[in-house]
Each structure stands twice: as C-alpha cells, then as structure tokens.
C-alpha cells in the first residue's frame, strides 16, 4: 500500500483536496482509505442509539456492522495518542491510504498553502514533505519542491502515481524511537 499525508493549517483546503483525490483515484480502479487527525474530542456516535448505550455502559470497544458498512468505536481508558502508524495498522488492504492531519509525522507529506490564511510555511522545516499544493503564487520562502496547483486536482494525483513506488509503506521498527 501507498501512503502520502497532506499537512497545512486550518482553512487551507486539506479537506477538500482530500475528498476530491478520493474520487481521482477511484476513478482509475483504486481503493483508497483515509486517516483523519482530530483535534478536540470527536464522536461519531449518537445519543441514545444501542452503540452508544454500550459505550456508556462501559464497552472499551464497539463493532457495529451491516451489509454496507463496518465501525468501529474504541473507548481508552486513560487519554491516548495513536501514532499515525498505529492507526494505518488497523486498516485493511488497500491501494492508497492518504492521511489528513499529522503534520509531524514522519511519512511523506504535501504541504496544503494558501496566503489567505495568514499561516507560515512549514516546508523549509519539515524534511518529510515532498511537494507544496497551493493557490498562492509565490510561494514565500523559495524552494526546489515540485509546486502544485490546489485547483487541478487531476495534476495533483498524476504526481502521486507518476512515481507511486515512492510512496509504498514501510511501517517503522517496534522499537523505533518514533513509536
């Protein structure tokens, strides 16, 4: 499986960019899954609903599943930081995982940029991005980075797969001081 992250700030269109590189490679046959950082507590879950009850009533984890769609829902119990590694475990066998978020990883990233949100960049610092996606011409600190536009997200997924063996996972050793 190939793994590529997309880092940038608040508001600078890693969502959206995300979502639509989903489309893009499933249109050439590919699966692809997603790792989501977030930030606050979060829930997917709804008041009331039999996962919920279970999860109130204690369960550390919750497998709710269908014939469309499996979730899984795990309680720590003390506060917890999954690395992004621990988390592209516990996906099955796909072609792409992209990962939204962990700016400080270390996988390969495309930094997302737009001048509008007044944020720095963080390329000259961060040796694991290996491309910037942005609106903003020019960029504020040079680089020899390839530059892509955010608004051609065809052009942003033929760089991804114009040299895919690049990007194939390597999970890190268990005894890795980054674990």
């Known amino acids: ?13 890693k969502t959206t960019l995300v979502e639509q590189l989903i489309g893009q490679l499933r249109g050439r046959g590919l699966r692809v ?14 008041a ?19 014939n469309r769609r499996l979730a899984l829902i795990r309680e720590y ?10 988390l592209i475990a516990e996906l099955s066998g796909c072609d792409w995982v992209l990962v939204e978020g962990f700016k400080r990883a270390d996988l390969q ?4 940029w737009r001048a509008a949100t007044g944020k720095p960049v963080q390329y000259p ?10 609106d903003s011409a020019p960029l504020p600190v040079p680089t ?14 033929n760089f991804l797969l114009s040299d895919s063996a690049r990007y194939e996972y390597q999970p890190p050793h268990l005894d890795s001081p980054d674990r």
């Open 1 to 13: 499986m190939k793994v590529i992250g997309f880092c940038g700030y608040s508001g600078s269109g």
């Open 33 to 46: 899954s997603v790792v989501k950082h977030a930030h606050h507590a979060f829930d997917i879950d709804h």
């Open 48 to 66: 009331g609903k039999d996962s919920w009850r279970h999860r109130q009533a204690g369960a550390y984890e919750v497998v709710v599943a269908s």
């Open 77 to 86: 119990e003390a506060i917890a930081a999954p690395t992004v590694h621990e």
């Open 109 to 112: 990233k495309i930094e997302v």
């Open 125 to 134: 610092q961060d040796p694991f991005i290996v491309a910037v996606c942005t």
């Open 144 to 157: 020899d980075l390839p530059v892509l536009d955010l608004n051609d997200v065809g052009a942003v997924a």
